[in-house]
Every structure is written in structure tokens, then in C-alpha cells.
């Protein structure tokens, strides 16, 4: 894991769908098994169906390091959390509850430790509830927090420990799910929150989040290690969390197989793929919540592959992306650019501007994107099939003193535009550099 920037902008969407459907994904992260492979496929399983994008109203719930974390609904914005620490919140499968972390620094800005605090969504009951150095992983159920340890050295700042662990947020009880290891871990939880895939080096493991069912070595992958070992290789879950895909095979192969793996231990290689030719695999392979479609950028050019089809190139710049939940959007971002795929190969750019954009996660039919450029930070929400964006919330970072009491939240011109202004010049304080995602859930009807 990297080092922290200045800012974090963290989001937790909130999904209240107007008819009954799967969950939608959340991708956290995010890449020949044939001789290694313990379970073989007897025939290629059939297409995961997939949910279709549903009116959504849309909530979010982001941390400003160095001022706190704010819940923005419709015309409303709150403060929740009044702290310059508060980083990586992750709100309860019933929204009801927020997981977060506070991160302690020495004056000249290293990290020392983060504690595990919760609190009810409105911010009320705020209490820590595990000193040390945790790093949050997310919400196993309504009382069940998942997180890993960090260990601090001066040659890399600090690295995950690569354990595991789950702890009861009403009794405060922790139970070490994994061992810590020499290199990291990594991590992707299943939508409901049941599953943990983890690959260790070029091992996948899959853990139930209470620990009591385990499937060691169910596949290979690429081990491409990356910052503090960790692997760079992508997992994707299925929308209905009873699978998910990931490319197998060795790391000098010419080709990899997108392979589905199974919560009750099958193993089912799907179809061959071209290797990425780049060790960053996990920055440049983005595969569909269906396993059925992958985008992929090969030295420099992108491509839209699937299983049945020949590829075919993309136009415009590939600096990150997303598919849609029901597999049949690729959202990808460029220079001030949005770009929009359809299943053919179509793109469609859209006409307005944004600076530096970053594409976040999807929220029904609706991308969420943040762009930032000098002192200006936002939040988008950008619904591709109208092709129209919404502004969600406006950022200006001034370079004040840190003893300045002046930070206020400043309603812009339209009611979903929020600025605040926050001191930057805060010693040597940093900001979390990656975004830490919540569970989506939908209101009852």
C-alpha cells in the first residue's frame, strides 16, 4: 500500500432500489490452471444472470482527513464526525451504523497507528472500540467488523501485516481469523459480506468472514508482487456473492485463463486471455461483475475482450474504469474525459469537462467519479445512458494555518453543491490515498 496524499474523499452509497434486485458489486480493488487446478469443471457453467440498473436514490458518506466525516443526502449535508483523523469509514449492512478508523501521527506526520472506533450513522455513540494499528477491511454483518494490522518500518512507511481478523462491535471481542505473514495479503469481500477471497503471493485462499469454513490453495494466479509484496492480481465477485473470477495461470505465460471460482469449492477456467504485459495487473485488467467480458490495456492500447466475441479496440485514454453492475456499461476516464463502452464496442464520450477525473464505483445506473486539480476537489454523479452528470459536492483546499478556527461548510448556488474550505497546512498531516468503500443496501419499500 502506498503512502498517503493530502486529501481522501471516501463514499459509502447507499442504494434504495424501486423494485426488488441483486445487489449490485463492489469491486474494492479492482486479473494455466490446468496442471494445478484440484476441482475440474465437467462443462462450462452457465452465464451468471445479471441485475438491470434501477431508479436509485443516492446517499453518500465520505472523510475529508484533517476536518471529519460528512453524510450527504439530497440538499442535506452533515458532519457526522468532527475529526481531523477520522479516515476509511464503512457504514453497516443496514445503515444504521459507521466503522471507522483514527489515525495517530507523530509530529513530523508518520503514521504510528489507526483505532477502530464506531458509531451510529448520525455520528451519536461515537467510542473506540480497538487501539493499535488495525486497518478497517469492512462489515461482516450488522455487528461484525473485518480489519488487518499494519507494521511500521522506516524503509517502507508502513506495510499491511497480512492477518485477518473479526471483532464484535457490542462486546469489543477480537478473534484472529488469518496469521500475520512476512508480505501482505490482499482482500476482497464478497457483496453480502459472507466471503473473504484473499490471494497470498500466487495463492487464493476463500474464508466465510466468521471463520468457520475455509478452502486453502482452490486456485493459482500470477504472483506479481507489488508495494510490500502484495499481490496485483484482481479478484471481481459475482452480484450475488456465490462466486467470483480471477485470472489464473503463471506470470511468464503468454496467456491466463479467466477462471470462476465457486463459494462451495468449484473451479471452472472460463476462457483464455492475453497477459497484460504489465506487472500492474490490478490498475489496467478490469473484469465484469459477470466474468463474461474483460477490458483490458496491453502496451499502451485498450481492448474490450469476451468470452465468445474477437476484441476489440477502444478509443480514448485508459487511466481507470469500472463496469456497470449488470455487466453491459464500461465507464472508463481519461484527461478531462469520460468515457462511455456498450457491450459492440461503441464509445461515447461525454461533452462536458472534468478535471482529473477518477472513476470511484457504480450506484445503480449512476457512476460516481471525483476530479481534482490544484486546490479545487468534487464529487460527480455521471448517468451514462442520459448522459448527464450532477454535481454531489464541491471542495476548495485552502493553504491557511492550521490554528485557523475559519472552516465552515458554504452552500453553493444549487442545493446539492456543498464547498468547504480546509486548512492544508496542518504540519506535516496526510491524507489517506486510497478509497475505502461501505456496503450498499436498499431502504425498505
Known sequence: ?????????????????????????????????????????????????????TPTRLSLIYAVENDGLYFLNGETAKRVIASREAVTPFLSPDGKRIAFARSVRKANGQLTAEQLYVADADGSRSQIARDGTNRLIGWANNSTVLFTTFKVSQAMGYCLSGDLWKMDVESEQAKQLMPALANERTFFPSPDGKWIAVITGAQVDLISADGAARQEKIATVPELPGYCGRSTIPIVWATDSTSFFVPTGKAEATEWSLTQVSTSGTVSPLWNIPTPGNTLASDIVFIAPDGQRLVMQRNGQASLLSRQDKPLILSGELRGGAWSPDSKIFIHVGIGKVFSVSLDGTTKQFGGEIKNPNVLRWAGAQVILDSFINNERALYAYAPLDDTLTTLAKFNIERVNCGNAGTRLIKGEKASVWTRRIPTTCGAQRAAARHWWGRSRRAKR
Request: hydrophobic share 50%; with cysteine; proline share 17%.
Open 1 to 53: 500500500m502506498r503512502l498517503p496524499r493530502s486529501l481522501v474523499i471516501v463514499l459509502s452509497v447507499l442504494l434504495t432500489a424501486c423494485a426488488p434486485a441483486q445487489r449490485n458489486v463492489v469491486v474494492t480493488d479492482a486479473p494455466t490452471i490446468a496442471s494445478i487446478v484440484t476441482v475440474a469443471p465437467t462443462a462450462i457453467p452457465s452465464p451468471i444472470p445479471s441485475p438491470t440498473p
